[in-house]
């Protein structure tokens, strides 16, 4: 059922979080008259010149070399992730940890998986801030677990959980798969429900992970592997599992 008013707003890290880990939810609501918009928070263009070594070769992975070619091509490519599911794509400037700064200029992370530094702690309180600016009563919001434990997912359910709103949580898809030990302490007091998941939902949440081109590689070991595992994921589950606090 459509409520007047109301819209499904995904908190998404970076710019395919939440098509990989809900991209067939999206597309069944968005199908069903539902709006949905993905706000993707770590995705702002560095000001900084220079990058670390460690963006320099995740930059090279990805086929790209200046910072600005790598967001720009990523922003395009999550317009068209958003597209194939029927949602509206909406970008943050807050820079992802491989760009990001201390006061004197350091770099800060040299790899993801990493509990957030003490020097970032107000870092969740301006997320809080920017999503609280642009939210409206009737808003519904889907946060990922943060499973794996890459410090931007860390970060950003910090953020979310300040707003002090009822939440859906999903897992992080592919971390899911690769750290599934994760999903329990992530989830632990929450109750589990479970979403049908259409066959054109399916279909469409495989073809806006194939969107992000860039990042396919990285995150599968195929585009084979990768519609294997989400198939399983959602034979597994019986559709689209998602968490809310008792």
């Known amino acids: 059922m459509v409520k007047i008013g109301m ?19 999206i597309y069944d609501q968005t199908q069903s008259g539902n709006p949905v918009e993905i706000w993707t928070f770590m995705c702002g263009f560095p000001k900084a010149s220079q990058l670390s070594p460690f ?3 995740l930059h090279r992975s990805w086929g790209m070399t200046s910072a600005r070619e790598v967001v720009g091509g990523r922003r395009k490519e999550d317009k ?3 597209a194939i599911l029927g949602a509206k794509a909406v970008h943050f400037d ?9 006061k004197k200029g350091n770099w800060l992370y040299s790899t993801i998986f990493i509990d957030p530094l003490p020097g970032e702690a107000d870092l969740p309180k301006q997320i809080a801030a920017a999503i609280s600016a642009r939210l409206k009563p009737t808003d519904e919001l889907v946060c990922q677990l943060s499973v794996g434990k890459h410090v931007d997912h860390v970060t950003v359910r910090r953020a979310v959980e300040l ?10 898809i592919p971390y899911l798969f690769n750290t599934p030990e994760h999903l329990k302490p992530k989830a632990a007091g929450m109750k ?9 939902g399916l279909s469409a949440w495989k073809e806006a992970i194939l969107a ?4 396919i590689s990285m995150l599968f070991k ?5 519609r294997g595992q989400i198939n399983d994921f959602v034979s597994n589950y019986g559709g689209m599992p998602f968490w809310t606090k008792r």
Do not use: T
């Open 212 to 215: 992000y081109e860039s990042q």
């Open 94 to 102: 807050f820079l992802d940890c491989i760009y990001r700064q201390d």
């Open 192 to 200: 589990k429900k479970v979403e049908r998941v259409s066959r054109a």
């Open 163 to 172: 707003l002090n709103r009822p939440l859906h949580y999903v897992a992080d």
């Open 222 to 226: 195929s585009p084979r592997v990768m």
């Open 55 to 57: 963006a320099q070769a």
């Open 7 to 25: 819209r499904w707003i995904y908190i998404s890290p970076h710019l395919d979080d939440a098509a990989l880990s809900a991209g067939g939810w």
């Open 80 to 82: 068209n992730a958003a």
